[in-house]
């Protein structure tokens, strides 16, 4: 009944920027926290920022200081900002969001299809 989609990926070269987008619809009646994660070619998918239904932010230690996590409910959606990029940033990274609808009498997670990132030379 519900969702999600990331866009905003694609090629950027190290020190870049880029902002991550995802965007949830469908029979919505409330968001909770939302998450980015991320999996890199041969690792196991990680958490890399979360954000609570009140604002509150956290980070993986990798990207603090270098990614900001943002969401808009008016809109539905949910924002990563990534400066500083580095190789290491490479990954495909998932939008994931905790969501109650207005068709079902339980909350559960979402996750997106997923948007690739790659930074290279």
């Known amino acids: 009944q519900v969702q999600l989609v990331e866009s905003g990926g694609g090629l950027v070269q190290p020190g870049g920027s880029l902002r991550l987008s995802c965007v949830a619809s469908?029979?919505?009646?409330?968001?909770?926290?939302m998450a980015w994660f991320r999996q890199a070619p041969g690792m196991q998918r990680e958490s890399v920022a979360s954000i609570t239904s009140g604002g509150t932010s956290t980070y993986a230690d990798s990207v603090k200081g270098r990614f900001t996590i943002s969401r808009d409910n008016a809109k539905n959606t949910v924002y990563l900002q990534m400066e500083n990029l580095k190789p290491e940033d490479t990954a495909v990274y998932y939008c994931?969001?905790?969501?109650?609808?207005?068709?079902?009498?339980?909350?559960?997670?979402?996750w997106g299809p997923g948007t690739q990132v790659t930074v290279s030379s």
């Open positions: 469908g029979s919505i009646r409330s968001m909770y926290a």
């Open positions: 994931n969001a905790f969501i109650s609808s207005t068709v079902a009498d339980y909350s559960r997670d979402y």
